[in-house]
């Protein structure tokens, strides 16, 4: 099983899940945060400290959340992963789907 931050988190990237993350497999786009499978050592310590419940298994997505497995896969698509989300900072662009939602 693997994490996967959800819409909740759009425009919200409140970074408490970055915080606790062993691992530091949490980047942050323009408008969300997102998980790097490759780094995630699927701990869990994010899923509680977001306080929106964007994180959640991937096993246990529904219905429009299940594209989200596939757009935390595009956010990384050409960025260099080596350092870390909490050394690499905010990276200026999100997955297309993402950029292109309606702001609030």
Do not use: W
Not at 43 to 55: D, F, L, M
Request: negative net charge; hydrophobic residues 35%; contains cysteine.
């Amino acid at each position: 099983m693997a994490f996967v931050v959800t819409q909740a988190c759009v425009d919200v990237k409140d970074r408490s899940c970055i915080q606790v993350c062993p691992a530091d497999c949490l980047f942050e786009g323009e408008r969300m945060m997102y998980i790097n499978q490759d780094l995630c050592i699927n701990c869990g310590a994010c899923e509680p400290a977001c306080p929106t419940q964007a994180i959640r298994y991937d096993d246990e997505l529904e219905g429009d959340d299940e594209m989200f497995i596939q757009i935390n896969e595009q956010f990384f698509e050409g960025i260099d992963i080596s350092k870390g989300g909490r050394k690499t900072g905010k990276v200026e662009h999100d997955a297309e789907f993402v950029a292109q939602l309606p702001r609030a």
